[in-house]
């Protein structure tokens, strides 16, 4: 077998983000509106396993504001197998929808017909075959892997504590903190990982690649739409927009040079601020952008509309 080797770039990648969580933190709400952010035009898809409460929030002039078009929602009751939630996945690929929110994945681990029933209800030698249920979930973490969707899992959290032995020999109690009611493996598999706080709803990043860590640098802002637009730029292939001047001008050029797609998809990512501060070479910019239309589509005699 021979291997073809080339050079390291950097391909556009579908995002996996976790927000866990008590109840009351605003996993809900703070993944709408990621999702909105992630998607940009394209479809919002929901997958609710609490009884109808993602439901709650479509009349949410907070969520509509961000989801003018509304989000689908399809409702999921027990049994929470790993086979269910992959079923469900593929189902809201075919829909088309560019991101999907889970609320919840901690009922795959430890709900009803989830991993810890599958393991107590199919025992060896009198206990629990957590070789089965773990071989089921791998195989639903490996298409969601390779899903085409963004995907946001909402997880709740619970206060952990672990039993160590001190230098005597005598078992201590030692809290690890909220921890995310999961398998133990599935934070490694997560692009980003945050842990809302129970009374603010600001994110503390427990897992992030390090381009995406100015997003989270110095007082935690609240979990936005635009704090999904930059998730997008980056995933796509850019990086993530800073308020410095130097930066954003350097970017909107190489943007610009990709043509008028790639120009409008990062001045959607920018806040108002940074709107501002590219103000000066916005035009320019949308002339380079034109020109790399035109050398991209030389028979074409149309030039697109830039009117923003």
Not at 127 to 139: D, L, Q, S, V
Request: net charge negative; glycine share 10%.
């Amino acid at each position: 077998m021979s291997f073809t080797i080339t050079p390291a770039k950097r391909k556009a990648v579908p995002m996996l983000i976790s927000l866990s969580g008590v109840s009351g933190s605003g996993k809900t709400y703070s993944a709408l509106l990621l999702a909105a952010g992630l998607a940009g035009k394209g479809p919002v898809g929901f997958l609710d396993t609490e009884n109808g409460r993602g439901s709650m929030y479509a009349d949410s002039p907070g969520i509509m504001a961000a989801l003018p078009d509304g989000y689908e929602i399809a409702e999921m009751k027990e049994p929470f197998a790993p086979t269910r939630y992959t079923q469900a996945i593929e189902a809201f690929e075919k829909h088309g929808c560019k991101v999907l929110v889970i609320d919840s994945m901690t009922h795959e681990w430890e709900g009803h017909g989830g991993c810890s029933d599958i393991a107590e209800n199919n025992k060896l030698r009198g206990m629990p075959n957590w070789a089965k249920a773990k071989m089921e979930h791998k195989r639903m973490m490996n298409h969601l892997l390779a899903s085409s969707m963004h995907l946001i899992f909402c997880l709740r959290a619970r206060e952990k504590t672990v039993i160590v032995k001190d230098s005597q020999g005598k078992e201590q109690f030692v809290p690890k903190g909220l921890q995310p009611v999961q398998e133990k493996n599935f934070a490694f598999e997560m692009t980003l990982s945050l842990l809302l706080e129970e009374g603010t709803h600001r994110p503390v990043v427990t897992k992030c690649p390090e381009p995406l860590l100015p997003l989270f640098a110095g007082e935690q802002p609240l979990v936005t739409k635009e704090m999904g637009q930059k998730l997008r730029a980056w995933s796509d292939g850019g990086a993530p927009a800073s308020d410095d001047p130097e930066g954003l001008f350097r970017q909107g050029i190489e943007y610009a040079a990709q043509g008028t797609a790639a120009y409008v998809g990062f001045w959607e990512t920018l806040t108002g601020n940074q709107k501002k501060l590219l103000l000066p070479k916005h035009d320019e910019n949308k002339e380079l952008a034109r020109m790399a239309d035109d050398r991209q589509k030389p028979d074409s005699g149309e030039t697109p509309e830039l009117d923003f």
